[in-house]
């Protein structure tokens, strides 16, 4: 019987006893030996779970091989440390500290890469799926991302954002928010509210529907307006027309030309381009696409059908009152510029039916899917992981 002076958090004696049981039963046999190291393993169990590290297997006594640079323990985490941070089951969110398993795991300060123990400097790096080597660097809108111990380490430089509305519906704002209305009215896309250098706005009375300029929101289909934008940076006001006339502080102005710090230019024979301080905006002509890029100057100082450029979806349906609405129609009205009377369909609920782009050409829509096919195809399938091709609700 063991004896001793001390008082032991974990008594030994349970075990000492259950050893010369599992030995005896089995003699000098390799079961007798099993028994003995299986004992020796529980009772190292518990004190592992007390903090108390024992290493008592040796090369002679109840060794236990392990592949890949791997050393056994009587209790391991759930969670080993890996290159990617802590591994984790699919499922699980915690890893349970008062529970362990015995088994092969990587000596510290080794990390488990695959099914290999690998030096921390030498873990790769993933993004979308593909793994990068240490040191390699990847650009993560403007900033550098570099692959430092199994991690990403990015410069954290403020970046420009854009706002992209294409046909008269779809909106994507600075922040990357997606919503869809179908609107007849002039609205605000961008209004610096803070220092008042720049105003967009989007008009679109030149379409009518039942005789009446309108915002109709969801569940009816108009065809794409021909409208026009304008521009107010600082004192300087450009229209743009769908038609590709531009207009100069009321004047119709030949391309290229630049008033004021204001430069519009012939970007492609689809686009107009407009640049001014902090800005970047590209008109198409012949299809109804506008995308404006703002420099981080106006972070958190713009507001309208564009969002607020603060880094957060939460806000981008604020209204001129600073309050955040709830739904797409409300915000959308918030915007419209006088007089402009809403019309809200017998459709219009909490979800509204998605825009269809070929609900007025519907004997288009073969000839559309077809030529549309190719974003699908083989030479944009490396693209996939980077920008979602599929549509967004």
Sequence with gaps: MLTSNFIFQINPQPYHDACLHGYCLYGGSAGGMAAVCDT????????????VQLHWRTQEFCKKPCEGGKGYADCISLCPPTCGGLWVDE????????????????????????????????????????????GASIQQQCNQCVCHDGAWNCTTNPCAAQCAVVGNAHFVTFDGLHYTFHGTCDHILVEDYINHRLTITQEGRGCQRNGVGAVVLAGAVDETCASSLTVRVQKTTVKLHSTGEVMVDGHITMLPTVK???????????????????????????????????QPTYTDQVRGLCGTFTSSLADDFTSPAGDVENSVAAFVARYAIPPCPVVMSSALSVTHEPFDPCGTFTQSRPYAEAACAVLHSTPFQACHLLVDWTPVP
């Design 91 to 134: 499922g699980d969110v915690t890893c349970p500290s008062d529970v362990c398993v015995s088994g092969c795991e990587c000596l510290a300060p080794m990390r488990l890469d695959g099914n290999l123990c690998v030096p921390p400097g030498t873990c790769p790096c993933t993004h979308h799926k593909r793994r990068f080597p240490p």
């Design 260 to 294: 004021a710090g204001v430069a519009v230019v012939p970007a492609t024979s689809n686009f107009i381009l407009l640049r001014a301080f902090g800005l970047s905006l590209l008109w198409g002509t012949r299809q109804r696409l506008v995308f404006i890029s703002l």
């Design 40 to 51: 020796a393993a529980d009772y190292a169990r518990e004190c592992t779970k007390k903090g």
